[in-house]
């Protein structure tokens, strides 16, 4: 019942993993781990992100959908709830919905078997009811008022806000309590056909265990016919402009925090690219922000900053921003502080001595990696998603040139493509 397999080895790591086409078109990857524990997956390439407006400026699906699609999932015809199961099991599950995906997951030492099996049968097996709706919107509008309450969250969105003018990553991944209002047992049911495809989709398993056996019960339970459309397309414009270069509010918080975004608006259409970019930029931001970089120790010696400082780099293939987030008595002090470094280090050009230094600490903390299960999984389903295939990621970290993080820190810190979120004390 299995169409092709392909063998991905690394020499270096002495890992190997597999790629399984199944006969629905979903792919399957196994990596095979003598460790105590076995991490499994079964991710869907759809987040919020995928609700986008067609020509007509109208959304296929209410804001949030993908969220509230997770969290009803694991309710069954019988009226068992599967998170129940897998703790009969003795197996910690868990799942979430992100910009991009939606995954559900656990973990087990003990009947891997029987939390798998439950694990492809209540994804593949929906059931929604007029009232179970209802009373999911209750549960998720009061999440949403939970986290617009939450400082943190907000001043992550508004620095989304701040970033993008049309682009579905800046709409909150719960929606709104009215756009879930308008979701139905209906809408749902179209929302799990449109997207919840075999070819859509990735199962992923790390542990003890072997590619016959997990064929041999995906075979036996997932029943999803194959794909007969293409999902949903869409084909955004997004401005290679910032919408709003500041956005600030007001929170619970004892002093202001920041969020400082930087707009990515040259993502490469190769994933292989994407990759090299993806690793460039984890070394750059640590080059120019860790926290045993020249700039922080600056801020905090002269007070401008908490010990709590930190830069993240996200990509996809649609979008992609560097967050630097702390917090600050005089946030916009912080930003026109990084920006004269930034201009310090483009006349300076940067060090290649640093540079050294932290490609062995990255490469490290990558072949690090390999020693958790639930890393192993989560780190192979999003290159699979992205088209990129992690062995060559190593490849990309060992091989890195600095003329091209030199050339790559030129071109991204584009004054222009910054924007700064505050939220201040109430």
């Not at 979701?183 to 799990?192: Q, R, S, V």
């Not at 002093?255 to 707009?263: A, D, H, T, Y």
Request: proline fraction near 5%; include cysteine.
């Amino acid at each position: 019942m299995t169409s092709s397999v392909q063998i991905f080895e690394s020499e270096l790591l002495g890992e190997t993993y597999y790629r399984v086409t199944h006969a629905s078109g979903l792919p399957v990857y196994v990596f095979p781990k003598e460790m105590s524990t076995t991490h499994a997956l079964l991710a869907v390439n759809y987040g919020s992100v995928d609700n986008v407006t067609d020509a007509n400026g109208n959304k296929p699906f209410p804001d949030g959908i993908a969220h509230f699609l997770e969290h009803k999932l694991f309710s069954n015809e019988d009226g068992s709830d599967s998170f129940e199961r897998f703790s009969a099991y003795g197996a910690d599950a868990n799942a979430y919905t992100s910009h991009t995906r939606t995954v559900y997951l656990f973990t087990a030492t003990d009947r891997f078997a029987d939390s798998f099996g439950e694990l492809i049968d209540f994804v593949t097996h929906p059931f929604f009811t007029k009232e179970t709706v209802k009373k999911e919107q209750g549960i998720i509008a009061e999440e949403i008022r939970m986290c617009r309450d939450n400082p943190y969250d907000r001043c992550y969105y508004n620095m989304l806000e701040g970033l993008y003018h049309r682009h579905p990553v800046k709409t909150d991944i719960c929606g709104c309590v009215g756009s879930i209002s308008k979701i139905t047992e209906k809408t749902l049911y179209d929302c799990y056909q449109t997207y919840y495809r075999p070819d859509n989709m990735a199962l992923v398993v790390c542990g003890n265990v072997t590619v016959e056996g997990i064929m041999a019960i995906v075979n036996a339970r997932f029943s999803m016919p194959p794909a007969k459309r293409p999902p949903l397309s869409s084909c955004l414009q997004e401005p290679a402009t910032v919408h709003r270069s500041r956005v600030t509010d007001r929170g619970q918080v004892a002093k202001p925090i920041f969020s400082i975004g930087v707009k990515d608006v040259r993502i490469p259409v190769d994933p292989a690219e994407r990759a090299k970019r993806d690793a460039a930029m984890g070394i750059l931001s640590e080059m120019l922000f860790s926290e045993s970089g020249e700039l922080y120790n600056d801020l905090f010696d002269r007070r401008l900053i908490s010990p709590e400082f930190s830069a993240d780099y996200a990509l996809t293939k649609d979008f992609g921003f560097l967050q630097i987030s702390g917090e600050a008595d005089d946030p916009d002090a912080v930003l026109r502080e990084i920006l004269a470094y930034i201009e310090e280090q483009r006349r300076k050009g940067l060090s290649r001595k640093d540079f050294e230094r932290i490609c062995k600490v990255e490469f490290a903390e990558w072949i690090k990696g390999f020693d958790s299960t639930e890393e192993i999984a989560n780190t192979l389903v999003s290159f699979a998603f992205d088209g990129a295939e992690i062995f060559a990621y190593t490849q990309l970290l060992q091989n890195m040139d600095f003329d091209y993080i030199q050339s790559l820190f030129e071109e991204f810190f584009d004054p222009r493509l910054f924007t700064i979120s505050i939220i201040t004390p109430t």
